[in-house]
C-alpha cells in the first residue's frame, strides 16, 4: 500500500506553516519558511489476526501486526553539528545533527508501529464471499527516522522525543474471499486507514499518518 501524512481534518489550512513551529534552538536564527512538501511512499504491514463469528454474517476481528509506514520528502545540506530545539512545552531536545531546506537529497521517513486491531466484520450477503470490516487500530510506535521541521530556524532534525508513541487509527476493509473446496482460503481487497492522534506531541502540529492499498488474508 501507500501512506503519507495530513493536517487534521477540518484544520484551518492558512495556519498550517504556523503549526509546524517546533520554538526555537541554539542555532543561528533565520527567516520561517514552509517545509518541503511530504511525498507518499510504500508501506506494509504482517501479522497475525483471528476472527470469531458472532452470527452467520457478522464477526469480530482482532490480532496482533507489525505495520511500517513511509513517508519522503527532499532535503538541503546536511550538518553534523549538534544543536538543542526548543519545544511549545519548553522542552529542550538535543539533536546530533540536522537538515537545510533544499534539494539536494531525498529523504524517506519510516513510522514502525505494533498494532493492535479490533473491528467488526459484515457479510451483506450470506451467500456472497464479500466481506466489509470497520474498527479500530491500537498502535504503539516502537521506532521512527522521520525527520521533523523547524521553520524559525530552517531545519530538519530527528528526535523519538517528539512523537507520541500510542494512537489510534480507524480503519475501513473491502474483501473478497476466494475459496477451494467450499472453504474461503484467501482474503483480498482495499483498505483505507486514517490516524485519529497527531504524530507529533507539539500542540499546533496537526500532521497525522494516513494509508490506503490492497490487503491479502490467509485463512488457516
Not at 507489525?66 to 539533536?95: I, M
Not at 531545519?155 to 512523537?163: D, E, G, K
Not at 507520541?164 to 473491502?174: E, S
Request: proline share 6%; glycine share 8%.
Amino acid at each position: 500500500g501507500f501512506s503519507n501524512t495530513t493536517p487534521q481534518l477540518f484544520s484551518n489550512p492558512t495556519a498550517r506553516i504556523a503549526d509546524l513551529s517546533f520554538g526555537i534552538g541554539n542555532v543561528p536564527m533565520s527567516f520561517s519558511g514552509p517545509p518541503a512538501p511530504v511525498r507518499r511512499s510504500t508501506t506494509y504491514a504482517a501479522g497475525v489476526n483471528f476472527k470469531r463469528a458472532l452470527s452467520k454474517t457478522v464477526s469480530l476481528v482482532t490480532g496482533l501486526n507489525y505495520s511500517q509506514y513511509r513517508t519522503q520528502q527532499l532535503v538541503g545540506a546536511a550538518s553534523s553539528n549538534d544543536t538543542t530545539v526548543l519545544l511549545e512545552n519548553n522542552q529542550r531536545v538535543k539533536v546530533n545533527g540536522f537538515y537545510r531546506p533544499g534539494s539536494l537529497q531525498n529523504i524517506r521517513n519510516n513510522y514502525h508501529y505494533l498494532e493492535l486491531p479490533l473491528a467488526m466484520e459484515i457479510k451483506p450477503v450470506e451467500q456472497l464471499p464479500l466481506y466489509i470490516q470497520t474498527g479500530i487500530s491500537m498502535a504503539y510506535m516502537i521506532g521512527s527516522n522521520a525527520l521533523v521541521y523547524q521553520p524559525q530556524n530552517r531545519l530538519y532534525y530527528r528526535s523519538p522525543a517528539v512523537y507520541n508513541k500510542a494512537g489510534v487509527h480507524l480503519r475501513g476493509v473491502l474483501q473478497y474471499g476466494f475459496t477451494h473446496r467450499k472453504k474461503v482460503v484467501v482474503y483480498t481487497g482495499p483498505y483505507i486507514q486514517y490516524s485519529v492522534t497527531n504524530l507529533e506531541r507539539s500542540g499546533n502540529n496537526k500532521n497525522r499518518l494516513r494509508a490506503y492499498g490492497l490487503t491479502t488474508v490467509f485463512s488457516l
